[in-house]
């Protein structure tokens, strides 16, 4: 079956493996059965300081009285080992075991980072994810990816572990700040791009007025799955979730490691995006008025991200750590048609600078 064929609003959600995805109102009762299930010794939540404040509220009733609540700072620039170690030296001091359960509350940070600690600890404790931000409701909370990011390179360690729930409420998204929702966003428009061509018309007509946001996460959940059922461990189509992310990641890390320059991975990967697609159109994949249609609507929701041209060099060689590449290949996954992606194209270091410099240039 292709994977961009149109799926139905209303489908359900069947689990991938051992996950199990639970969207809208029956979400957080799901997991609070999930935590009052016979043998569970401890609970945990991960949260950082903004969902501490913002959704922790929320779920606390649902919880058992005796449970731990973990803060770690929020921002990009804690999903570090070091932040791990605190959470673990939390959860040994606390006796947790593996029939212990950690609830990861937050957006990719917090679910990538707790979904790796989970992994880790005494080889694997039970985990139930409960992203809170657009991104992690449609892209880092599904799938069981997990990491940190290590020596300046994102998720640079990490493993697959599909977290044994993951608990969708989308009135979260009502905690987040535009900047949020908006770099969220991109991961949507990626699906659409890679797998969902009518949506993508859809959604050029509303860009990020959508009045139900509920509606949305499903359908892009929906895509999601369906590429991680077929491929857990990303060999090969799950490659397709990597569109724009090739640039994306290594615009995303060199800023990361620039003062003040920080951007969020949504905002990168849309940059990315661009390249990628402008990309597809050198390599003779995609036309030009395709490449016209994304670049006009991926501009009229962010702002172009700002470099100079002589640092377009050093942030493409920034994705020869990419984790797709084989060898000195950089693999990277362009697209075929606006909704059909295709993946392990091999670029160079040079053509990423040159896409870098057509982005500059727009
Ligand atoms: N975020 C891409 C993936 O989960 O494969």
């Given amino acids: ?17 051992n996950s199990s995805i639970h969207i809208g109102s029956d979400a957080l009762p799901a997991l609070a059965q999930l935590l009052q299930r016979p043998g569970t010794t401890h609970v945990a939540v991960l949260a950082d300081t903004n969902t501490a404040r913002l959704c922790y509220p929320r ?14 700072s929020a921002g990009e620039e804690h999903k570090t080992l070091s932040t791990c170690e605190r959470v673990w030296a939390e959860l040994t001091e606390h006796r947790f075991d593996r029939h212990s359960v950690l609830v990861c509350l937050g957006g990719g940070v917090v679910t990538d980072l707790g979904g790796f600690c989970a992994a880790l600890y005494k080889r694997g404790i039970r985990c139930a994810v409960v992203p809170t931000t657009l991104l992690a409701q449609v892209d880092a909370g599904i799938g069981g990816k997990t990491g940190v990011d290590f020596q300046g390179f994102k998720n640079h360690l990490g493993v697959f572990q599909l977290p044994e729930a993951v608990c969708i409420e989308p009135e979260f998204l009502t905690t987040l700040d535009p900047r949020e929702l ?13 797998a969902d061509a009518d949506a993508f018309m859809q959604g050029r007509n509303y860009g990020l007025f959508v009045d139900d946001w509920a509606a949305v996460v499903r359908e892009s959940v929906a895509v999601k799955q369906e590429i991680v059922a077929q491929d857990p461990l ?8 990597n569109f724009g992310h090739t640039v994306g990641h290594a615009l995303e890390s060199y800023l990361l490691g620039q003062a003040g320059r920080a951007i969020l991975h949504g905002e990168a990967i849309a940059a990315g995006m661009v390249c990628e697609a402008w990309l597809s159109v050198q390599k003779g994949l995609l036309t030009e008025s395709e490449l016209d249609k994304i670049e006009t609507f991926l501009f009229s929701v962010y702002d172009k991200v700002q470099f100079v041209t002589l640092e377009t060099e050093a942030i493409a060689e920034l994705a020869r750590q990419d984790k797709k590449n084989q ?8 697209l075929e048609a606006i909704g059909r992606g295709v993946y392990d194209q091999p670029v ?11 982005y500059h240039r727009l």
């Fill in 1 to 17: 079956m292709p994977l961009w064929h149109k799926r139905s609003r209303k489908q359900n959600l069947a689990p991938v493996n």
């Fill in 59 to 72: 779920l606390q009733p649902l919880l058992p009285d005796n449970h731990l609540l973990i803060e770690i």
């Fill in 182 to 194: 908006r770099a969220g966003y991109a991961e949507v428009v990626k699906h659409w791009l890679i």
């Fill in 234 to 241: 990303e060999r090969g189509p799950r490659k397709l979730l």
């Fill in 327 to 334: 060898g000195d290949t950089i693999n990277c996954t362009l």
């Fill in 348 to 358: 160079t270091v040079a053509e990423l600078a040159d896409s870098l410099r057509y």
